[in-house]
């Protein structure tokens, strides 16, 4: 059974400590090892994060995502589905990792429901990289003194205030989208126990450890 908590203007759900997150730390590199070398996981690294030779961001890059006062701001693709940016890196290369990416089905300027997604990687050195970054939202006092999240595009801001942080899988009705009309969309934002008044709410997902199917999210309504 999924519980609910409510502090300081946010809700958690699921169950988590510290012990999943450090041993989801430490299975994500041994799968990844097992999967390919080193060397090339390190490669691939460079290429997701936009540090190596190429470098340049290519033509599908479609906003910004920040988190201020963090170290979370990523460059978000958008391709023409869902599958492009899980292995391709945000300078059009081939990479394991891919990128940050938005649902195709999106769009920045029509609202209602974002989702941004992302692999939860690491470097060899255990550091967060790309949506593993996402794992800070375990920490409740990360919460606290970070409780908005940015989307920018064409010199517009967007600023979402975090309402839920959830542990959960990849069946959960937080990444329903084509809403058939504005009641749907409403008893979805009910649904979602988004803050009275929610016009629009933006979803980050993204893996969490090795099982396959379980999803970290993170959610936050337009101010």
């Known amino acids: 059974m999924v519980k609910h908590r409510k502090k300081k203007g946010y809700r958690r759900s699921g169950s988590w400590s510290v012990?999943?997150?450090?041993?989801?730390?430490?299975?994500?590199?041994?799968?990844?090892f097992i999967s390919y070398s080193i060397r090339d996981y390190a490669q691939d690294i460079k290429?997701?994060?936009?540090?190596?030779?190429?470098?340049?961001?290519?033509?599908?890059?479609?906003?910004?995502l920040i988190v201020p006062d963090s170290d979370i701001r990523f460059p978000v693709m958008k391709g023409?589905?869902?599958?492009?940016?899980?292995?391709t890196s945000m300078t059009g290369e081939e990479s394991?990792?891919?990128?940050?990416?938005?649902?195709?089905?999106c769009d920045f300027y029509e609202g209602g429901h974002m989702i941004v997604y992302g692999h939860?990687?690491?470097?060899?050195?255990g550091n967060l990289m790309m949506f593993g970054k996402l794992?800070?939202?375990?920490?409740?006092?990360?919460?606290?003194?970070?409780?908005?999240?940015?989307?920018?595009?064409?010199?517009k801001v967007k600023k979402y205030v975090l309402f839920a942080v959830k542990v959960?899988?990849?069946?959960?009705?937080?990444?329903?989208?084509?809403?058939?009309?504005?009641?749907?969309f409403e008893k979805f934002l009910s649904l979602m126990e988004a803050p009275d008044g929610a016009t629009e709410i933006l979803t980050l997902s993204t893996c969490l450890g090795q099982e396959e199917e379980r999803r970290l999210i993170i959610q936050g309504a337009l101010q």
């Open 135 to 155: 794992r800070e939202y375990l920490d409740e006092d990360f919460i606290v003194t970070h409780p908005e999240i940015e989307l920018m595009k064409d010199g």
């Open 80 to 87: 023409l589905d869902n599958e492009k940016y899980l292995h």
């Open 47 to 64: 290429k997701s994060t936009g540090t190596g030779e190429k470098g340049n961001i290519q033509e599908d890059y479609y906003c910004e």
């Open 19 to 32: 012990i999943p997150y450090i041993t989801g730390t430490v299975s994500i590199l041994i799968a990844v």
């Open 120 to 125: 939860d990687a690491q470097d060899i050195e």
């Open 96 to 105: 394991q990792l891919g990128a940050v990416f938005m649902d195709y089905r």
């Open 168 to 184: 959960t899988d990849i069946h959960d009705d937080a990444y329903q989208l084509g809403f058939e009309d504005s009641e749907e």
